[in-house]
Nanobody, 119 residues
């Protein structure tokens, strides 16, 4: 079993900041990559940020405002600054996990955390 648990979502005013965290636990041999996705009502899930091998990638809409990081092999964080109403969505943590040395990398997802940007 692999579990991803997000935290840090909430209500914030435009221009404000939030820091999302994701902790992975369970049977984990290695995590090849971690990332954050979001989904707004009526919209497709979209990549927000991704980190692997020390490299980071961001959606054009969040470049310069969001920063993804990892403080160890199992935790990732998304620092969100200068938040806009259009950032409102459910944010999901994603990890590409090998459960054992024999396992192929497999995607796992957290339960999601709501981020609402509103006055």
């Amino acid at each position: 079993q692999v579990h991803l648990v997000e935290s840090g979502g909430g209500l914030v005013q435009p221009g404000g900041s939030l820091r999302l965290s994701c902790a992975a636990s369970g049977n984990i041999f290695s995590i090849n990559a971690m990332g954050w996705y979001r989904q707004a009502p009526g919209k497709e899930r979209e990549l927000v940020a991704h980190i692997t091998g020390g490299s980071t990638n961001y959606a054009d809409s969040v470049k310069g405002r969001f920063t993804i990081s990892r403080d160890n092999t199992k935790n990732t964080h998304l620092q969100m600054n200068s938040l806009k109403p259009e950032d409102t969505a459910v944010y999901y943590c994603n990890a590409v996990v090998r459960q054992t040395v024999f396992s192929r990398p497999t995607d796992y997802w957290g339960q999601g955390t709501q981020v609402t940007v509103s006055s």
